[in-house]
């Protein structure tokens, strides 16, 4: 897997860094949400629990995948913006049991 920025721009409001990449993976899948995280963690030296992956896109057949993620400043910062659907598909909290 080959990480492209396309571009990247800090976002001093929010607190965080806003990134738009392109993702190739020749001769796989699409990458998993887990998987892309890992790797901008890695390419920007952070923990990967302050990284959100809004989306992964790739078109039918096509080897390269467009995603758009953010790179929050505090890991209170993150818990605080995002909405609690997008730390549930993270694994940052844990999921609402239903009472019986």
């Not at 409001?13 to 892309?36: F, G, N, Q």
């Amino acid at each position: 897997m080959e990480l492209q920025i396309e571009s990247k721009k800090y976002n001093p409001l929010l607190k965080r860094t806003e990134i738009y990449a392109r993702i190739v993976h020749k001769k796989s899948a699409t990458p998993s949400r887990e998987d892309v995280r890992n790797l901008i963690a890695s390419e920007f030296g952070v923990n990967k629990d302050l990284v959100i992956i809004h989306y992964i896109r790739t078109g039918f057949g096509w080897t390269v995948s467009k995603v758009y993620a953010k790179i929050y400043d505090s890991i209170e910062d993150l818990r605080r913006i995002e909405p609690k659907h997008m730390l549930r598909k993270h694994g940052l909290i844990e999921e609402a049991k239903e009472g019986a």
